[in-house]
């Protein structure tokens, strides 16, 4: 197990919980702009950092912001590249300001995706006019935000690789589906294994939109580009697969990943998140975005000794209070004569919270024909474990059924 942070500062998945705010990226203090600061504009207040119109700003400096103001200098071509770079690396509407801004220079920015060029030295009449046409966006993009809690992610982790989380995960998903569906409500599962994720391939699907297409859609994410990107299993389960070609850990966008899955949640309900086994600071992100996290792991001792490792970076990272359930996968009778359930808390400090059988041929079949395992075989050991972790999963995440 690691933790992949290249160029980011510690613990920098944290959710930024100040105040959203209209932040002034400015190279000198003048005009009006020092009367801004600590006053709202279109209701929102403003923040003010004074720097080089070339020196780089943190997107995730960014992310919580209801607007940025961004300096442009039309004589700098660096300057201009950090704004270009801005807008692909952030979903929060960028503002340009220049002073005398030649007409190709507006532009170009609009065209790269500047919601609005202002004149320098800023004016509170000026900024106001820009924001005006944003004021139901942000609205709408508040809303939005409220009615995520309406659906509920669940992340699965594992202590380590080959527990058979992923087969595990996509039979539980299916069955979780179709009980949902018996309630007018839809289940999805998102493979972000961005290096070896094959839920897909176990579900037997095959579809050429994947998780890249969706990161690669950035600002242009809506429900209707969600909808169209997954693939229905015949479970009635939606899946957005892992990507087809291997991508980076690092080179995944925390804020576009974080905007599919809350706007996943508010599509299509309860969204599953089949993570990597490497810690990224996204899949930490993800983890405290989620309702409920499914530690995958054996009864062996090396199973055991990793899932604490799991939980004691939980706590490093202030995230003990989020609900975990252990899940004992391959779990077979005959492994208690010399590790039993009751280790479980005795090494973790919490029970396990369900046990899942071990029967290899009967996964196998399911996987080879990318179904569910009730349609190899009707009654099964295996079937009834994965039932009683259906229902206690809907239990924790207190949907009626």
């Known amino acids: 197990m690691s933790v992949i942070s290249p160029n980011e500062a510690s613990k920098s998945w944290r959710t930024n919980r100040r105040e959203a705010a209209i932040q002034l990226y400015l190279s000198a203090v003048e005009g009006q702009a020092p009367d801004l ?44 590249k950090r704004f270009q770079k801005l807008i692909e ?27 609005d060029v202002v004149p320098l030295p800023l004016s509170v009449d000026d900024l106001e006019t ?29 202590s380590v690789g080959g ?10 998903a299916m069955r979780f589906a179709a009980s949902e569906a018996q309630h007018g409500r839809e289940a999805c599962l998102i493979d972000l294994d961005v290096q070896f994720g094959d839920a897909a391939f176990q579900l037997g699907l095959h579809s050429r939109l994947t998780l890249a297409e969706l990161l690669d859609a950035g600002t242009r994410l809506d429900g209707d ?16 697969p892992a990507p087809i070609e291997m991508m980076p850990l690092e080179a995944v966008n925390s804020e576009h990943l974080l905007a599919i899955v809350d706007q996943s949640a508010r599509e299509l309900g309860t969204v599953f998140l089949d993570l990597p086994s490497n810690w990224t600071n996204w899949s930490l992100s993800l983890v405290a975005r989620s309702d409920l996290v499914l530690l995958i792991t054996e009864l062996t001792v090396a199973g055991l000794n990793r899932a604490k490792r799991q939980l004691e970076l939980f706590e ?18 005959s492994q208690s004569r010399t590790l039993r ?10 029970p396990a919270a369900f046990t899942v059988g071990n029967d290899f041929a009967l996964m196998s079949a399911a996987i080879d024909r990318g179904v569910s395992i009730d349609e190899v075989k009707r009654k099964s050991a295996l079937a009834k474990d994965l039932d009683e972790l259906d229902r206690g999963i809907a239990a924790a995440l207190g949907l009626e059924r």
Request: no cysteine; proline share 5%; charged share 20%.
């Open 89 to 115: 690396s952030t979903t929060t509407p960028l503002i340009a300001a220049a002073y005398d801004p030649p007409l190709a220079l507006v532009r170009m920015l609009v065209r790269v995706g500047a919601h």
């Open 316 to 333: 490093s990272q202030d995230l003990g209070g989020i609900d975990v359930r252990v899940v004992l996968n391959r779990f077979e009778k």
């Open 225 to 240: 580009l969600l909808r169209a990107s997954t693939t229905e299993h015949s479970s009635g389960l939606r899946v957005i």
């Open 163 to 172: 527990v058979g989380a992923t087969a595990l995960i996509t039979q539980l």
């Open 341 to 350: 359930p009751a280790d479980v808390e005795t090494t973790l400090g919490r």
């Open 37 to 80: 600061v600590g006053t709202k504009v279109g209701g929102y207040p403003t923040t003010l950092e004074v720097s080089p119109v070339t020196d780089w700003i943190d997107p995730q400096e960014l992310e919580h912001a209801v607007a940025a103001v961004i300096q442009v200098d039309a004589d700098s071509s660096a300057s201009i």
């Open 130 to 158: 820009s924001l005006a046409p944003l004021r139901d966006k942000l609205a709408h993009k508040q809303e939005a935000q409220a009615s995520a809690t309406r659906g509920r992610v669940v992340s699965i982790i594992k």
